[in-house]
T-cell receptor, first 111, second 115 residues
Framework: QKEVEQNSGPLSVPEGAIASLNCTYS??????FFWYRQYSGKSPELIMS????GDKEDGRFTAQLNKASQYVSLLIRDSQPSDSATYLC???????????FGKGTTLSVSS | DTAVSQTPKYLVTQMGNDKSIKCEQN?????MYWYKQDSKKFLKIMFS???????INETVPNRFSPKSPDKAHLNLHINSLELGDSAVYFC??????????????FGPGTRLTVL
């Protein structure tokens, strides 16, 4: 069974700080990697996607991928209370036909 | 316009009943999915359809039967509901790309409670 591992948290950071979320995956052939944000009672929404090694930045968010270490991370700069949510790491299965999700990390940003 | 819609939003029913959840997407995508999110918030793939053809059927009891009448719709029928079926069911859609480099868009979810 291919797995995606995340620290469940909660991860608590003060407003304005950097939040760092980590994820490891077991299937070495996974090619595509995603971070979804899920507010309580809502559906997952895509924050970042990353397909090649290195960093990808979008506004306050930076995704980092290291395929050799099978590691994906998400940095949130200048964290805001509105960033408080569960962050789900997802990787594609071998065929690229479905996402395998981690159990999510709950982030709490205090003002 | 809602991109991926599901009905109903809430479903409360007794053990042993049969129920259906409907999903529609207006994004023109060719692939649709059903995910189950349990009480611990773990989101797991159940089924995947590409161009109305079943391409993924994870280890889901055969009481669950998906049906895709066309590329824009994917329904989920559940027979003989059990307490353990209580969860939030999410429909999603995407445009299939090699390597999985496509974004999946999720519907609002259907919260199923089996009493």
């Amino acid at each position: 069974q291919k797995e995606v591992e995340q620290n469940s948290g909660p991860l608590s950071v003060p407003e304005g700080a950097i939040a760092s979320l980590n994820c490891t995956y077991s299937d070495r052939v996974s090619q595509s990697f995603f971070w979804y944000r899920q507010y309580s009672g809502k559906s997952p929404e895509l924050i970042m996607s990353i397909y090649s090694n290195g960093d990808k930045e979008d506004g306050r968010f930076t995704a980092q991928l290291n395929k050799a270490s099978q590691y994906v991370s998400l940095l949130i700069r200048d964290s805001q209370p509105s960033d408080s949510a569960t962050y789900l790491c997802a990787v594609t299965n071998q065929a690229g036909t479905a996402l395998i999700f981690g159990k999510g990390t709950t982030l709490s940003v205090s003002s | 316009d809602t991109a991926v819609s599901q009905t109903p939003k809430y479903l409360v029913t007794q053990m042993g009943n049969d129920k259906s959840i409907k999903c529609e997407q207006n994004l023109g995508h060719d692939t649709m999915y059903w995910y189950k999110q349990d009480s611990k918030k773990f989101l797991k793939i159940m089924f995947s359809y590409n161009n109305k053809e079943l391409i993924i059927n994870e280890t889901v009891p055969n009481r669950f039967s998906p049906k895709s009448p066309d590329k824009a719709h994917l329904n989920l029928h559940i027979n003989s509901l059990e307490l353990g079926d209580s969860a939030v069911y999410f429909c999603a859609s995407s445009q299939f790309l090699a390597g999985g480099e496509s974004t999946q868009y999720f519907g609002p979810g259907t919260r199923l409670t089996v009493l």
